[in-house]
């Protein structure tokens, strides 16, 4: 497992929301092999930039209300979370170069 932090229905307000951080909210599942594959990539980018970018998971199975209150359709889905709104959307598994890319306006 890495070393993002889990959050979950009950913790999501107080955790995301509520933050006064950027925080990336990284939707997956245990079965799902893509989540598996950018799960590293994304730890790599949270120790690299820990300063500027908080990343946190939510297991999807195990909570399903917070997935569909953000229309999570497929995973992995990643959303950027600024003051308690979505300001950024990624779908799919990606190369690290290819995420900073669209995470660079929450990286400078």
């Not at 107080?14 to 939707?27: G, H, K, P, Q, R």
């Not at 998971?57 to 709104?85: F, H």
């Amino acid at each position: 497992m890495s070393n993002a932090s889990a959050v979950t229905d009950a913790s999501f307000e107080a955790d995301v929301l509520n933050s006064d951080e950027t925080i990336l909210v990284d939707f997956w599942a245990e079965w799902c092999g893509p989540c598996r594959a950018v799960s590293p990539i994304l730890d790599q980018i949270a120790s690299e930039h820990s300063s500027k970018i908080k990343i946190v998971k939510l297991n999807v199975d195990e909570n399903p209300q917070t997935a569909a209150k953000y229309q999570i359709t497929s995973i992995p889905a990643m959303k950027v979370y600024r003051g308690g709104e979505v300001v950024k959307t990624i779908i799919g598994a990606k190369p690290k170069a290819a995420l900073e890319s669209d995470l660079a306006a929450y990286l400078a």
